[in-house]
């Protein structure tokens, strides 16, 4: 059997269907808990990228998350169906619900952004949903572990890869129509709260213009490490604006710049970066790992920390106790 087929056979085996249906909830004492995995960079047939495949099953193993998410960049190499076939199949079996973000070379390699979606969100207990462009933007609610009420929000967004527009050089930026959409969903589900907005986070791939500013916020001290500039667009669409007036986005994490894997704060928003998860596959001066994040029902705040693949917890943090 061919190596692309593998994968096929593990979706239809499995519980087909079952995925979407899955509901997010706070756990009964009140807990939730996060893995976010970003820039696993896998390319197949690079045995560094096993260190990669290692961390993510140590990592589930040890924390046992209610949802997985990854923010990009994770199969960097071809033939791409291999890559996210090393992926997705440990995630498979995990039984955990997952979802994914694109970063701006998934798409580089030999499957297009449609395609690799097809592949994703026809993997068992995967959450996310295709569009025509690919995966669509999503707020995820977790529910109350008491009732059937939404307790927080979870946006799950794709920052682009490149810029569209001639005179701009570098990466891409939040789309009108998405900074829309998440001003749109904010405000349905803050007056579906009665008027009060529901704590929220914020996953994508690449930094907003924004992190530059909130790591030299003399108010308060980042957590973690800083080992190159940030590399967010050229231009600033107005995302970070939008959060700060829509009041329900309390924290936003990203991926994208390897060495960086900083806490820090802007106006009462946390802006942070996952653990650079990959193997050496790619740039890197520091040991992989993941960022795990903990909320707590009826909280607007949450504590974080970063394990490594040796075991090693770093980082712990909570928010805004850490922060002014």
Same mark, same amino acid.
């Given at each position: 059997?061919?190596?692309?087929?593998?994968l096929?056979?593990?979706?239809?085996?499995?519980?087909?269907?079952?995925?979407?249906?899955?509901?997010?909830?706070f756990?009964n004492d009140?807990?939730?808990?996060?893995?976010?995995?970003?820039d696993?960079?896998?390319?197949?047939?690079?045995?560094?990228?096993?260190n990669?495949?290692?961390l993510?099953?140590?990592?589930?193993?040890?924390?046992?998350?209610d949802l997985?998410?990854?923010?990009?960049?994770?199969?960097?190499?071809?033939?791409?169906?291999?890559g996210?076939?090393?992926?997705l199949?440990?995630?498979?079996k995990?039984?955990?619900p997952?979802?994914?973000?694109?970063?701006?070379?998934d798409?580089?390699?030999?499957l297009?952004?449609?395609?690799?979606a097809?592949?994703?969100?026809a993997?068992?207990?995967?959450?996310?949903?295709?569009?025509?462009k690919?995966l669509?933007?999503m707020?995820?609610e977790?529910?109350?572990?008491?009732?059937?009420?939404t307790?927080?929000?979870l +946006?799950?967004?794709?920052? %682009?890869d490149?810029?569209?527009v001639?005179?701009?050089? *570098?990466?891409?930026? !939040? =789309?009108?129509?998405?900074?829309?959409?998440y001003?749109?969903?904010?405000?349905?589900?803050?007056?579906?709260n009665?008027?009060?907005?529901?704590p929220?986070l914020?996953?994508?791939?690449?930094?907003l213009?924004e992190?530059?500013?909130a790591?030299?916020n003399?108010?308060?001290?980042?957590?973690?490490i800083?080992?190159?500039?940030e590399?967010?667009?050229?231009?600033n669409?107005?995302m970070?604006?939008?959060?700060l007036?829509s009041?329900?986005v309390?924290?936003v994490?990203?991926g994208?710049?390897?060495n960086?894997?900083y806490?820090?704060?802007l106006?009462?928003?946390?802006?942070?970066?996952?653990?650079?998860?990959?193997?050496?596959?790619? +740039?890197v001066?520091?040991? %992989?790992?993941?960022?795990?994040?903990?909320?707590?029902? *009826?909280?607007?705040? !949450? =504590?974080?920390f970063?394990?490594?693949?040796?075991g090693?917890?770093?980082?712990?943090?909570?928010?805004?106790?850490?922060?002014?």
């Amino acid at each position: 059997m061919k190596k692309g087929l593998i994968l096929i056979s593990l979706i239809v085996f499995s519980f087909l269907g079952e995925v979407n249906a899955q509901q997010l909830r706070f756990r009964n004492d009140g807990t939730f808990k996060i893995v976010q995995f970003t820039d696993t960079h896998v390319v197949p047939g690079n045995a560094e990228s096993l260190n990669a495949i290692k961390l993510i099953n140590e990592t589930l193993d040890k924390e046992n998350p209610d949802l997985i998410v990854f923010t990009g960049d994770v199969v960097t190499g071809k033939p791409a169906r291999d890559g996210w076939e090393m992926v997705l199949k440990p995630l498979a079996k995990k039984g955990i619900p997952f979802v994914i973000t694109m970063g701006n070379h998934d798409a580089e390699q030999d499957l297009n952004r449609s395609e690799i979606a097809a592949i994703i969100t026809a993997t068992p207990h995967c959450i996310n949903k295709k569009d025509s462009k690919g995966l669509s933007d999503m707020a995820l609610e977790i529910k109350s572990a008491k009732n059937s009420n939404t307790s927080a929000l979870l +946006y799950c967004m794709d920052s %682009n890869d490149y810029s569209k527009v001639d005179t701009v050089k *570098g990466y891409g930026w !939040f =789309s009108f129509e998405q900074i829309q959409w998440y001003r749109n969903t904010s405000a349905r589900i803050t007056e579906a709260n009665g008027g009060k907005p529901l704590p929220a986070l914020a996953f994508f791939h690449i930094a907003l213009p924004e992190y530059k500013e909130a790591y030299k916020n003399e108010r308060n001290n980042p957590v973690g490490i800083r080992l190159e500039d940030e590399c967010p667009a050229s231009v600033n669409p107005g995302m970070f604006t939008a959060m700060l007036e829509s009041k329900d986005v309390m924290g936003v994490f990203v991926g994208h710049d390897h060495n960086n894997d900083y806490l820090a704060s802007l106006y009462g928003i946390a802006l942070g970066y996952g653990r650079f998860s990959g193997g050496k596959t790619t +740039y890197v001066d520091i040991q %992989n790992g993941a960022r795990i994040i903990n909320l707590k029902e *009826g909280e607007r705040g !949450f =504590s974080t920390f970063i394990r490594l693949l040796d075991g090693s917890e770093i980082c712990s943090t909570v928010f805004p106790g850490t922060f002014k």
